[in-house]
T-cell receptor, first 118, second 112 residues
Framework: ETGVTQTPRHLVMGMTNKKSLKCEQH?????MYWYKQSAKKPLELMFV???????ENNSVPSRFSPECPNSSHLFLHLHTLQPEDSALYLC?????????????????FGPGTRLTVL | QKEVEQNSGPLSVPEGAIASLNCTYS??????FFWYRQYSGKSPELIMF??SNGDKEDGRFTAQLNKASQYVSLLIRDSQPSDSATYLC????????????WGLGTSLAVNP
């Protein structure tokens, strides 16, 4: 039990569908992340929210739209995806430490959503 | 040039041996270094972090950092079959906010 849950665990969608991925963290953390993990590629950070405000958006296509209604919930809305978007989508959370110190915040990952775009 | 490089493996060691996993990084301003373990079909989990030159030990795991050589390693003593997984190296520069730069991971197989 990691304290970070994701639903659904598996998702198959067509290119014209609209779907949403959900993440919930039960750890009291104040930062949440969306990552994409593809075969033979490093983990790619997509979005970061800190205190419900988006603080990073790493040039992610607009067909991916994040939403963070509160510090415990994070969504990734999917629209008009491409087959190359098929991957494992991981949610993570962390507790920001004190400013000026070394960045040692542990990121806790959810189990991921395995997405297949047909 | 890859920002964080790891030998993809597989690295195969016998049970009870020391497994040595290596990671090099290109950003000299990197300050914090993380080792995550990822079992097949599972999500990554943090094993250790280190931010000072030298060794840091936690049970059977030792992280070693050499900033001058831009090199970080993870040693696993008395390797067990349950250690078989992919080990991911991640690096952080405070100038990158919360963004970690990840390696591709090294696959470790511990043979009984």
């Amino acid at each position: 039990e990691t304290g970070v849950t994701q639903t659904p665990r598996h998702l198959v969608m067509g290119m014209t569908n609209k779907k949403s991925l959900k993440c919930e963290q039960h750890l009291g953390h104040n930062a949440m992340y969306w990552y994409k993990q593809s075969a033979k590629k490093p983990l790619e950070l997509m979005f970061v929210y800190s205190l419900e405000e988006r603080v990073e958006n790493n040039s992610v296509p607009s067909r991916f739209s994040p939403e963070c209604p509160n510090s415990s919930h994070l969504f990734l809305h999917l629209h008009t995806l491409q087959p190359e978007d098929s991957a494992l989508y991981l949610c993570a959370s962390s507790q920001d430490g004190l400013a000026g110190g070394p960045f040692v915040n542990e990121q806790f990952f959810g189990p991921g959503t395995r997405l297949t775009v047909l | 040039q890859k920002e964080v490089e790891q030998n993809s493996g597989p690295l195969s060691v016998p049970e009870g041996a020391i497994a040595s996993l290596n990671c090099t990084y290109s950003d000299r301003g990197s300050q914090s270094f993380f080792w995550y373990r990822q079992y097949s079909g599972k999500s990554p989990e943090l094993i250790m972090f280190i931010y000072s030159n030298g060794d840091k030990e936690d049970g059977r795991f030792t992280a070693q950092l050499n900033k001058a050589s831009q090199y970080v390693s993870l040693l696993i003593r008395d390797s067990q079959p349950s250690d078989s997984a992919t080990y991911l190296c991640a690096v952080h520069n405070a100038g990158n906010n919360r963004k970690l730069i990840w390696g591709l991971g090294t696959s470790l197989a511990v043979n009984p």
